[in-house]
């Protein structure tokens, strides 16, 4: 099961990465979710990271925050605290897309 979750990770990030759409850049609140999200994707261990990667999307995400990437960041945070492995790779999935939909763009580097 790791190795599956490794290789959605993987398949999330390369999906990031590919991800340019020119157009209005998000608020900044969305950038910095999308950016640590990414980071998180990127690094060599991404369980071990998640108490991490959760306090820090919290922090990120004000509280009238709204839209795909508010509600996919909060419900990452809720399955990761609860230890719900199948909601965690479900809502990183979603995480992926409403950055991509956003208009966030990895940063270059």
Known sequence: ???????LVALGFAS????GCAG?????????????HASWISSDRPQA????LTSSLQDSIPEDGDGAVADSARAFVTA???DDRSEVESAHER???????SGWEPAEG
């Open 24 to 36: 209005q850049r998000p608020p900044t609140w969305v950038e910095d979710v999308c950016n640590i």
């Open 95 to 101: 995480l992926v897309a409403a950055c991509k939909d």
């Open 49 to 52: 990271d998640e108490e991490r």
């Open 80 to 82: 990761a605290q609860e």
């Open 16 to 19: 990031l990465l590919l991800a």
């Open 1 to 7: 099961m790791t190795n599956r979750i490794g290789a």
